[in-house]
Structures are given as C-alpha cells and as structure tokens.
C-alpha cells in the first residue's frame, strides 16, 4: 500500500494526500510536480526512475488507511547514504 507521504522530498511543501500535484517513483520518492517538471526533469534524483502523479486514495478509504504523516527528505533506495535531493539533481 501507498504510504501517501505528506511532503515534497525536494522542496518539502506540503502535498496532502488529495493532491493532484504529488508524484512518485516505484519506491515512492515523492515530489511536486513543480519540482518534477522544473529541477527533476521527470526523474526521480534518487533512483533515476520515472515520477508519475500519485493516485489519490478515496476519502472514504482514507479514514480506514491513512496517510503516512511522517516527513521524508531525500529517501530510497540507491546507495544508502543519504543525499539531499537537489543536490543529488545537479550532478
Ligand atoms: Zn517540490
Ligand atoms: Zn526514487
């Protein structure tokens, strides 16, 4: 299941769980879509892999399961040792 994070790994904006701008990667890097389309260029700057738009759990689901509320910056997979995403971006 989704873990539905609450933030952007890169720019850590708030990205609630009915957020049509959220995107992840396979390993659920999550980012906005701003920072996606403007410092990512569509790849997730952790595990090289593609960002598409979060699907958006139904409310009605969500009371049931809900989003993680735990913040995440610069996450996944990789090497294991953490990189700020941006950083990771420009190289
Ligand atoms: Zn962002
Ligand atoms: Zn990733």
Redesign the pocket.
């Known amino acids: 299941m989704l873990e539905l994070r609450p933030n952007c790994e890169c720019c850590d904006r708030d990205l609630p769980p009915g957020s049509a701008a959220a995107m992840i990667?396979s390993?659920e890097?999550t980012f906005c879509a701003e920072c996606v389309e403007t410092r990512l260029a569509g790849r997730?700057p952790?595990?090289g892999?593609e960002l598409l738009r979060r699907p958006i759990r139904p409310a009605d689901k969500l009371a049931r399961y809900p989003a993680s509320t735990q913040r995440v910056r610069n996450c996944?997979a990789g090497d294991g040792q953490p990189v700020p995403a941006v950083a990771r971006a420009q190289a």
């Open positions: 990667c390993f890097c997730c952790n595990c892999g996944c």
